[in-house]
């Protein structure tokens, strides 16, 4: 962009909030960061990620297992969805002027309604004979009227976007009206999985069908980070969540002063957890990988729903060893542990999996670390199964993620930099 473009809205706006030119921000805008109204739009998602997590946990712990994780995956995924189509519309075209900030308080209300449909899709599921997305589409509907009117706003004052924003507003329509379709029809459950399966794929084709042949969007590569980084933290909180639940009924005495070894080790365990999780997905640059491998914004987008799915659902298995402690349950110790481990070892996964895909490039020493963190995983498991304590055996899933943690802070963090010279050096 010239340098006469104005690389900021509030710039070109001073300190009101009156209607600004939608032309698309400058992707190397400096000092990009997340803005006070992204963090407000934010927190509608902790709401949706808090419901799905909660009912997920209460699914696994009724030993109802495939139509939990079934559930809880069609809502991580509409979730993210959600959140990705407004994220990397916002780095691009954000112009926080009166109109911007009506149609995202829309979207919230709509994160809202489609987070009170949660429970009854998962109780649906859990039943068996149908799929109740009624609520769950309505509150999609409310988003994506916001959301297609940002892009008309985009395509009518942008120019050069105007190709992009109007293939967004047709695909967005075309996505939209299946999922209604879907909902307010009485199908069979199986075609309505078929169906969803269908409309899945086509809400991942999105950005190839808008953008593939229309030039893309000015997004900027920190700050489309920033805001994933946001994201796995609000998603992280869940892990919090799980730990107070986990531990709330584990605390003995009226007054809650008198702490089990169960409590301390469930405590120390899900604090433990999440903030290793939290360690290892910092310790990848991604927004200095960004800036020189934009072309993999796709990928680095998209790539991080299952991601987040481990996430949210290791803070559910938080829950549901607090649930088993207090007698709540109606499943095995293995399978409580497997609860954690499982989502916890696809979190770690997929972080290594987006570093090599994003930097093209294998590191052996990734190999060990993985290998060893899928080790004390099954090490937890197979002690739970053999009758050790699930407390201890929880306190040998917390050590999963500091097996990446000592191997960057050792030598992985000089093997990272080197990657990141070479690419930076390609660019040169």
């Known amino acids: ?58 699914m696994l712990a009724e030993g109802h297992a495939t139509h939990a994780i079934l559930a809880f995956v069609l809502a991580m995924f509409a979730i993210s969805v959600a959140w990705i189509s407004f994220s990397w519309f916002a780095s691009a075209f954000a112009t926080d002027d009166w109109l911007y900030r009506a149609l995202t308080m829309l979207q919230m209300i709509g994160v809202v309604v489609f987070s009170l449909g949660l429970p009854a899709m998962f109780h649906s599921l859990e039943e068996g004979d149908h799929l109740e997305l009624r609520a769950m589409v309505i509150g999609y509907v409310v988003m994506r009227i916001a959301m297609v009117a940002q892009w008309w706003r985009a395509a009518r004052e942008s120019p050069p976007f105007r190709k992009v924003g109007m293939a967004n507003i047709r695909w967005t329509m075309i ?6 379709i879907v909902a307010f029809t009485e199908l069979p459950l199986p075609a309505v999985l078929a169906a969803f399966a269908v409309l899945g794929v086509l809400e991942l084709a999105l950005p190839l069908l808008t953008q593939g ?32 639940a986990s531990s709330g009924e584990l605390l003995g005495g009226a007054d809650g002063t008198q ?40 990928l680095f987008g998209y790539g991080h729903i299952p991601l987040y799915i481990g996430i949210a659902g290791a803070g559910a298995g938080l829950h549901v060893a607090g649930l088993h402690l207090e007698h709540h349950t109606k499943i095995s110790d293995a399978a409580v542990v497997l609860s954690l481990a499982l989502p916890v070892g696809l979190y770690l996964l997929m972080v290594y999996l987006l570093h090599t895909l994003l930097l093209s490039t294998a590191d052996r020493f990734h190999l060990l670390l993985i290998g060893l963190t899928l080790a004390v995983l099954a090490t937890a498991v197979l002690l739970s199964a053999a009758g050790v304590a699930i407390a201890v055996c929880l306190l040998i899933v917390m050590l999963a993620p500091f097996v990446t943690v000592i191997g960057y802070e050792t030598i992985g963090h000089r093997h990272q930099q080197d990657m990141l010279n070479s690419i930076a050096a390609q660019d040169h």
């Open 1 to 58: 962009m010239s340098d006469s473009h104005t690389t900021s809205a509030g710039r070109r706006r001073g300190l009101s909030h009156r209607l600004v030119p939608m032309t698309g921000r400058d992707p190397e805008e400096h000092g990009r960061a997340a803005s006070p109204l992204e963090l407000l739009f934010d927190l509608t998602f902790v709401v949706a990620v808090g419901t799905a997590a909660s009912q997920f946990a209460e």
């Open 175 to 180: 996505a939209q009206a299946g999922w209604i």
């Open 213 to 244: 042949r229309a030039g893309g969007t000015p997004w900027h590569p920190h700050h489309v980070a920033e805001r994933y980084g946001l994201f796995a933290i609000i998603t992280l909180g869940e892990g919090v969540v799980g730990t107070i």
């Open 259 to 298: 702490w089990s070894a169960n409590a301390i080790a469930v405590v120390v365990a899900g604090v433990g957890l999440t903030f290793g999780m939290w360690w290892v997905y910092f310790t990848t640059p991604f927004g200095d990988i960004l800036t020189h491998r934009r072309n993999r914004g796709y």
